[in-house]
């Protein structure tokens, strides 16, 4: 899906890029939406619960930041098909997966945003969930960004995202 989006591929293609034959897909999804939905709630559960563990080690809400930004950057950098899928093909998912999804990024967005509120306090809550949705347009278009190498292309994420969060 990553390759050729949710339209361009069928479901014996994903089955033959993970070495079992279409019909045994079957077994498992009745269909590439359902493929569509647990690859993306998935990914928004993961950042969520990481997202929640990271802020849960780190009580200063400076260093919940920091490691918040370190926690999306890593997974961006790491998981580039998911953004990509994630970003052309939500809106092909079904009403209640769409909810699912959009019900848990809404949550990491508002985790987000109350550690930034902590951290800067006279901050308006509009303009700091504006302010963290800006960092994420940025962690997330990293697929799309030139090549470099990976450890230059994390730190300039982050020195950007913090940038975008005012730290």
Wanted: glycine residues 8%.
């Amino acid at each position: 899906m990553a390759e050729r989006g949710f339209s361009g591929v069928r479901l014996e293609d994903i089955g033959a890029e993970a070495g079992v034959s279409g019909p045994a897909m079957y077994r498992h999804f009745h269909g590439k939406l359902d493929i569509l939905a647990a690859m993306l709630v998935d990914i928004s559960a993961r950042l969520l619960e990481g997202g929640t563990a990271v802020v849960e080690a780190n009580r200063d809400p400076g260093a919940a930041l920091a490691g918040l930004i370190g926690f999306h950057t890593d997974f961006a950098l790491g998981e580039p098909d998911l953004i990509r899928v994630q970003d052309r093909d939500l809106s092909s998912l079904s009403p209640d997966a769409s909810k699912t999804v959009r019900s848990l990024q809404r949550r990491y967005v508002e985790l987000w945003t109350d550690v930034l509120l902590r951290y800067a306090p006279q901050l308006a809550r509009s303009e700091a969930g504006f302010r963290v949705q800006a960092a994420f347009g940025l962690l997330n278009s990293s697929p799309r960004l030139p090549n470099i190498d990976n450890a230059r292309a994390r730190e300039l994420l982050i020195e950007m995202a913090s940038a975008a969060l005012q730290l």
